[in-house]
């Protein structure tokens, strides 16, 4: 049900020198206040960090840490919002969420927050979509791409595209409904100048959609070659680690590795495919027909040739 209460915690469970926890909803600053023991003469100041203690139902003292409350609508989720700051690991944060539950919240699910926020107003989907990129991001290109969108810069693009399709669409009803008035018939030409342009905006939206899709899973990048050219030896090399099995035994890689790489900030996936040869070894020919698999679906085929030998 929106508006009702939830908590979770906002932060990576484990060891760690802190943690948030997060509530939000109707009645959060009341179940707050019902676990907090506040400084003497220091009232609550919205958006103000407050040094508190947090306790059990039963007075039994849980941590010491701030807490800020955001009244909405200016929270992120556009209701009221509490945040708590604990001490890390998992006995505090678990404690304290636990005594949220029991003054009447409920555990919040997976993305709630950034939902409330989406039907509330304070992101449109585009923007919440791109909070789910930037907390999966793991290269700065990734990052990048998701603050952009999280600022709005396609949300900007595709209500300009609108704006544009409805003005046409106004000028053509008014063609067909008062044809007849002073002002004479619409210009045609100006209709076909911006139907053009609306085009040319979607094309150009389609061809940054493919680099979005790189950008956000990775560019699939393929080892590819003969047995014992030495793709699984390039593939460890440029992980740093020993990953892939390297011996002197043609066919030793008889599946498909995966791994991801971050080169110069830009994601990609790196795949060390079983060598290409003709063979009667049923079990390399099960791994070669996944290697053609590999090939068929890359951005980009490295081919690997042994020094010295010719291309063929």
């Excluded at 042994?306 to 291309?311: L, S």
Aim: hydrophobic share 45%.
């Amino acid at each position: 049900m929106l508006s009702d209460l939830i908590a979770a915690l906002s932060t990576a469970p484990g060891r760690s020198a802190l943690a948030v926890v997060r509530l939000s909803g109707r009645g959060a600053f009341d179940t707050a206040l019902r676990i907090l023991t506040l400084p003497p003469d220091h009232p609550i100041r919205p958006r103000h960090a407050t040094l508190a203690t947090f306790a059990e139902s039963d007075g039994t003292v849980i941590d010491r840490g701030l807490v800020t409350f955001f009244p909405g609508p200016d929270s992120y989720t556009g209701e009221d919002l509490v945040e708590f700051s604990t001490h890390g690991g998992l006995l505090v944060p678990g404690q304290l969420l636990t005594a949220l539950l029991a003054a009447g919240a409920r555990p919040a699910t997976a993305g709630e927050f950034t939902r409330r926020a989406f039907q509330n107003g304070k992101l449109d989907l585009l923007q919440a979509e791109a909070v789910a990129d930037l907390v999966e991001a793991g290269t700065r290109a990734q990052g990048r791409g998701a603050i952009r969108q999280m600022e709005g810069g396609l949300s900007r693009r595709l209500d300009a595209l609108r704006t544009g399709l409805i003005d046409v669409l106004a000028l053509l009803s008014y063609d067909i409904d008062f044809p007849e008035e002073d002002d004479g018939p619409v210009d045609q030409a100006a209709i076909r100048d911006s139907l053009s342009r609306s085009r040319d905006a979607v094309a150009a939206l389609l061809d940054t959609a493919v680099v979005g899709e790189r950008v956000r899973s990775g560019a699939l990048v393929v080892l590819a070659g003969r047995p014992n050219a030495g793709k699984s030896s390039l593939f460890n090399a440029l992980l740093q680690t020993e990953r892939a099995l390297v011996t002197e035994i043609p066919g030793t890689t008889r599946d498909t590795i995966e791994a991801d790489l971050d080169v110069d900030g830009w994601p990609i996936k790196l795949a060390d495919t079983a060598g290409l040869r003709t063979s009667d070894d049923r079990l390399e020919q099960l791994g070669i027909e996944v290697s053609r698999k590999y090939l068929a679906a890359a951005d980009l085929i490295l081919l690997c040739v042994e020094a010295g030998r010719a291309f063929d």
